[in-house]
């Protein structure tokens, strides 16, 4: 628990010094908008009647110099950071997200707190993500900023009003989740991106990822992605290995080219320290687990396809799984769910 706790402390520390350095001004050759991407999660997207652990989530991002602009944007801590690597890159991208992100036990009908099952969690935040492409243009990293808040009832009010629409029983035991009452985090993240496999045709690629973040998840983790099919849009655009419930927003970019039809799979180890969905942060959590409780590993596997609905539309779907977080009990059980993406680029 002691171990937990300092990991926790300097996760934090070393997110709030991020965001009080200074920024420099810089140019980019990119449009001012050049996608916008609106993004479901849903457990009960990967079949059957689901409706604990990741039960879903929702996000909007847009692309271009305007998410790199905006008002309350990050992206100058983001650029502060990646200006340590030293290294100039050929191509710079930015996207911006908001979104939100809930966790429920087994039994949502229960009103008291559940000891021995996965504590209710909720996240609203707001992310920058930046990719920078190397001039060889077969490596790139990534890296993304989310601030958010924790515990606020938004969650509850959401997932309730889309009970009610299927006519599934509410949740009842937000009072007790992660922070309740509301907490501020952090998290950032670094990605490195090597596309191992390119057909010049189009129709293959195949990329592995090594990445790291520190915050309300950290952890490091190495992946392996494959597209199969029929695109044109860059490789380093798509990264599914990234989506760490939601909050790493990947620039959209028009391909302008042949509409795109693929199939998408891969697969990801990580090694994760720390979980405030179910470690909690300061502020009193009525169920939490301590870090003796977690597995340090987790694996996690996907597989989808991505299909063009319109000139410069697509609509993709992935299911996904997840290995068990908690080392016993009845939380100890692996997750599904399923992701539902719609982008329009420009």
Not at 254 to 282: D, I, M, T
């Amino acid at each position: 628990m002691r171990t937990a706790t300092w990991i926790k402390n300097a996760a934090m520390a070393a997110l709030a010094t991020t965001l009080f350095v200074g920024v420099g001004a810089h140019a980019q050759d990119e449009l001012e908008y050049t996608g916008i991407r609106v993004q479901l999660d849903n457990d009960l997207f990967a079949g059957g009647e689901r409706d604990r652990d990741y039960t879903g989530g929702l996000a909007v991002a847009i692309s271009g110099t305007a998410a790199r602009d905006g008002l309350l944007s990050l992206d100058p801590v983001l650029e502060r950071i990646d200006a340590l690597s030293g290294r100039e890159h050929a191509q710079v991208h930015h996207a911006r997200q908001i979104g939100l992100i809930a966790f429920t036990p087994k039994d949502i009908a229960a009103s008291d707190p559940i000891y021995d099952d996965r504590p209710y969690a909720s996240l609203i935040f707001m992310s920058n993500g930046r990719v920078r492409v190397d001039s060889d243009g077969r490596h790139a990293w990534s890296s993304n900023l989310t601030i958010g808040v924790l515990g606020l009832s938004l969650s509850e009010q959401l997932q309730s009003a889309i009970h009610d629409v299927v006519g599934s029983a509410k949740p009842r035991g937000y009072a007790h989740q992660i922070s309740a009452g509301g907490e501020p985090t952090a998290r950032y993240s670094l990605a490195r991106h090597a596309l191992w496999i390119a057909n010049p045709n189009g129709t293959i690629d195949v990329k592995a990822t090594v990445q790291g973040s520190v915050g309300y998840l950290t952890e490091t983790s190495a992946a392996l992605s494959m597209r199969i099919g029929r695109f044109d849009s860059p490789w380093w655009s798509f990264a599914p290995e990234l989506r760490d419930y939601m909050a790493a927003p990947m620039p959209a970019v028009s391909s302008r080219g042949r509409p795109e039809r693929y199939l998408f799979l891969g697969a990801r180890l990580k090694a994760r320290a720390y979980n405030a969905f179910l470690q909690g942060q300061f502020r009193h959590s009525e169920v939490r687990y301590s870090a003796s409780e977690l597995e340090p590993l987790i694996a996690e596997a996907w597989v989808g396809f991505a299909m063009q609905l319109m000139n410069q539309t697509q609509l993709s779907y992935s299911l996904n799984y997840q290995t068990s977080e908690v080392r016993e009990g009845i939380a100890d059980r692996d997750a599904w769910w399923g992701a539902v993406q719609l982008t329009h680029t420009f």
